[in-house]
């Protein structure tokens, strides 16, 4: 049974940074990628970035390119969400998820994914 679980998520001004972490278990990722996507009361969750396990490539929607960085530790089979220069509009519930990978383009759809973590807030301050 795959888990996973966020951590990191809290409340800092604008233009400061969180790193958020989400911990990954339960199978091994060699062929999946995982994501993470954010949500707002009454929008649809909305994708961010993702990682391939192997191979590293990634995917970032264009508000958080140059701010966000994705990176995994395939060791302590973790994933991470760099963010820097925060913005109000960033502030949202964060999920960690996986999926099966299949391209670049692919790794931001919602629908790909099938397993999930419980979110972390993310609150920044005007």
């Known amino acids: 049974q795959v888990q996973l679980v966020e951590s990191g998520g809290g409340l800092v001004q604008a233009g400061g940074s969180l790193r958020l972490s989400c911990a990954a278990s339960?199978?091994?990722?060699?062929?999946?990628?995982i994501g993470w996507f954010r949500q707002t009361p009454g929008k649809e969750r909305e994708f961010v970035s993702a990682?391939?396990?192997?191979?590293?490539?990634?995917n970032y929607v264009d508000s958080v390119k140059g701010r966000f960085t994705i990176s995994r530790d395939k060791a302590k089979n973790m994933v991470y969400l760099q963010m820097n220069s925060l913005k109000p509009e960033d502030t949202a519930v964060y999920y960690c998820?996986?999926?099966?990978?299949?391209?670049?383009?692919?790794?931001?759809?919602?629908?790909?994914?099938?397993?999930w973590g419980q979110g972390t807030q993310v609150t920044v301050s005007s």
């Open positions: 998820a996986v999926r099966r990978w299949g391209t670049i383009a692919t790794m931001a759809l919602l629908s790909g994914y099938d397993y």
């Open positions: 339960g199978r091994t990722f060699s062929s999946y990628a």
């Open positions: 990682i391939t396990w192997i191979g590293g490539y990634t």
